[in-house]
């Protein structure tokens, strides 16, 4: 019998598949998910349908790809050492996720995108045995799911600028973490110096905290240039490591250069020094920032 693959079917369908302990069929004459000890007890064989496969192992590497995804060598260590230890894994990797929210949900979406494959190349196989063509799971991404967990606003100096200046210090404590000797204490410093800029009345920007008021990141610029008033600089720009691979920094610099555009600020322009290497292909790829010199320059219009 032909189903259709509903939202409710769907959801259903991806509830039982992870569970490891009994065994499941579709049964499509009444559309719903049944032990396979009542799908023995109905005559009609042609209307019942094993679940997508979805053993533990598929699980675990669920867990190895996200963690591996993430951006943020704290978490994404922790969860390692979860998965390397063997025991407890999938009860062990809800724990540290637990710690946290904005991670544990993104690993939640990422869970049912990677599911959903699984169900859609399922019900395809059934399509094509039915004659049909097959369809393309229409997953909407355009939402920005960051307002979920996260909320923007323009920087204000009294209320921001003790957690960016802490932010910015702990930036320089992974600097020297990652260059433990008299070089790294160099650019620590370089970098703590731009903390310089979150006391002056020049500096502008916007700021990312969690929906439970967490500093998340930020960018900032001076307005401070007495050749044009059509020109920005950077002056700092960086996500906690913890918020780091959601997409932050982007966000941040969307709403940065839709409010300068408005403003008539036709130019932004970053030095080298005042912005993670690790961001450079977002800009040059995304934002349009051409190399000058020594700095990147984004003609805004």
């Given at each position: 019998m032909i189903f259709?693959?509903?939202?409710?079917?769907?959801?259903?369908?991806?509830?039982?598949?992870?569970?490891?302990?009994?065994?499941?069929?579709?049964?499509?004459?009444?559309k719903k998910v049944l032990p396979i000890s009542q799908a023995d007890e109905l005559s009609d064989e042609e209307n019942i349908c094993s679940l997508p496969s979805w053993s533990s192992?598929?699980?675990?590497?669920?867990?190895?790809?996200?963690?591996?995804?993430?951006?943020?060598?704290?978490?994404?260590?922790?969860?390692?050492?979860?998965?390397?230890?063997?025991?407890?894994?999938?009860?062990?990797?809800?724990?540290?996720?637990?710690?946290?929210?904005?991670?544990?949900?993104?690993?939640?979406?990422?869970?049912?995108?990677?599911?959903?494959?699984?169900?859609?190349?399922?019900?395809?196989?059934?399509?094509?045995?039915?004659?049909?063509?097959?369809?393309?799971d229409e997953i909407d991404e355009s939402e920005n799911l960051l307002y979920e967990d996260f909320a923007f606003h323009k920087y204000n100096m009294l209320r921001d600028r003790d957690c960016i200046a802490s932010g910015a210090s702990a930036i320089a404590d992974e600097i020297l973490e990652d260059n433990p000797d008299e070089l790294g204490k160099a650019l620590a410093e370089i970098w703590l110096k731009h903390t310089d800029f979150f006391c002056s009345e020049s500096v502008n920007g916007f700021v990312c905290r969690t929906l439970s008021d967490e500093f998340a990141g930020c960018l900032l610029f001076s307005e401070c240039l007495s050749s044009t008033k059509k020109a920005v600089a950077l002056a700092a720009c960086f996500v906690a490591q913890n918020y780091r691979g959601l997409g932050i920094a982007k966000e941040l610099f969307s709403i940065c250069f839709s409010d300068l555009k408005i403003r008539g600020v036709q130019w932004f322009i970053i030095a080298d020094s005042a912005i993670p290497q690790a961001i450079e292909p977002l800009l040059i790829n995304h934002f349009g920032f051409k190399k000058t010199g020594a700095c990147f320059v984004a003609t805004l219009f």
């Amino acid at each position: 019998m032909i189903f259709e693959l509903t939202d409710s079917i769907a959801k259903e369908i991806l509830f039982y598949m992870e569970n490891q302990e009994d065994e499941f069929v579709f049964d499509a004459l009444s559309k719903k998910v049944l032990p396979i000890s009542q799908a023995d007890e109905l005559s009609d064989e042609e209307n019942i349908c094993s679940l997508p496969s979805w053993s533990s192992k598929d699980g675990f590497t669920l867990l190895e790809h996200f963690t591996d995804s993430l951006k943020s060598k704290k978490i994404r260590s922790e969860l390692k050492n979860v998965l390397i230890n063997g025991r407890g894994v999938f009860r062990n990797f809800k724990i540290v996720l637990k710690k946290y929210p904005e991670i544990e949900r993104r690993f939640y979406r990422f869970k049912e995108k990677e599911m959903r494959v699984r169900l859609m190349e399922w019900y395809n196989a059934l399509r094509e045995t039915w004659g049909l063509e097959k369809l393309e799971d229409e997953i909407d991404e355009s939402e920005n799911l960051l307002y979920e967990d996260f909320a923007f606003h323009k920087y204000n100096m009294l209320r921001d600028r003790d957690c960016i200046a802490s932010g910015a210090s702990a930036i320089a404590d992974e600097i020297l973490e990652d260059n433990p000797d008299e070089l790294g204490k160099a650019l620590a410093e370089i970098w703590l110096k731009h903390t310089d800029f979150f006391c002056s009345e020049s500096v502008n920007g916007f700021v990312c905290r969690t929906l439970s008021d967490e500093f998340a990141g930020c960018l900032l610029f001076s307005e401070c240039l007495s050749s044009t008033k059509k020109a920005v600089a950077l002056a700092a720009c960086f996500v906690a490591q913890n918020y780091r691979g959601l997409g932050i920094a982007k966000e941040l610099f969307s709403i940065c250069f839709s409010d300068l555009k408005i403003r008539g600020v036709q130019w932004f322009i970053i030095a080298d020094s005042a912005i993670p290497q690790a961001i450079e292909p977002l800009l040059i790829n995304h934002f349009g920032f051409k190399k000058t010199g020594a700095c990147f320059v984004a003609t805004l219009f």
